[in-house]
């Protein structure tokens, strides 16, 4: 009998919640939940553009990422007493900031630019996923902000993204691993998709065997699935049901 450590079927996710507008501050906000993995995310309006972009007639979406010292079982440093930020952090910021760019059109944003903060208060697995999810929500409040200060006229949002992890433990596919399933996991993938059935990105690792093309299908199948039920859980956090 195939047991995973929190009990979960191989198909279940842990519980997740978006809870959006959770700060006073921020023009978009959310407190995304997967399980013992919390991300706080918030979007924030900037009128000032890279150089390369000004007068350009587009807006962009850039994205941070940073993990607290305290949201893993050991303290770590922060990444700015080390001077810059590491291989792994500005992979996750890339990444982030790819998927909500690729859901946006960004001449409808105009000349504005939103920059979204993933902060990791509490980290169990899944903490780039569990970003780009509530990012999305943040970034809807953000682009809500815009349109009800008349700073743009159309919604530049086309699409919803969400992101999961799957991979292979103890030779099964299994979807939202958290740490212990991760940390010993055959395969190691993280899918970000969006509500139209489209693919953004796809990064899928072996970190002991190659898996095979029909392990690769089940995984994607298990993605499919699970982004389906988080663009729900997005939906209702911004009352769009």
């Known amino acids: 009998m195939f047991n995973r450590p929190s009990n979960r079927q191989y198909n279940e996710m842990r519980e997740i919640s978006l809870t959006s507008q959770i700060s006073p501050y921020a023009e978009g906000s959310c407190m995304a939940k ?26 962009w979406i850039t994205a941070e990422y940073g993990m607290l010292p305290r949201s893993t079982h050991s303290r770590m ?24 760019r690729s859901i946006v059109d960004l001449k409808k944003l105009g000349e504005n630019q939103i920059k979204i903060d993933c902060d990791v208060i509490q ?3 899944g ?20 349109l009800k ?13 969400s ?3 799957c991979g292979i433990w103890k030779n099964k596919e299994i979807i939202d691993l958290d740490y212990e399933e991760d940390s010993s996991a055959e395969t190691d993938g993280n899918f970000v998709m969006t509500a139209n059935n489209g693919i953004v990105e796809i990064q899928t690792t072996a970190e002991e065997k190659p898996f095979n093309k029909e392990q690769f299908l089940n995984l994607l ?18 009352n769009l049901d």
């Open 123 to 125: 980290a169990d697995g």
């Open 163 to 165: 992101a999961i992890s």
């Open 127 to 146: 903490t780039r996923t569990a970003s780009i999810t509530g990012a999305w929500v943040a970034l809807y409040d953000a682009i809500n902000f815009l």
């Open 149 to 161: 200060s008349g700073k743009i006229s159309e919604n530049p949002i086309l699409d919803q993204v």
């Open 77 to 100: 440093d922060r990444e700015v007493v080390k001077g810059k930020p590491s291989g792994r952090t500005q992979e996750i910021q890339r990444l982030i900031g790819r998927s909500l």
């Open 221 to 238: 199948e298990l993605a499919e699935h699970g982004t389906k039920s988080i663009f729900k859980i997005q939906r209702h956090a911004l």
């Open 34 to 59: 997967f399980g013992n993995t919390h991300v706080f995310c918030t979007a924030s309006v900037d009128v000032k553009l890279p150089p390369w972009l000004r007068n350009s007639g587009k807006g």
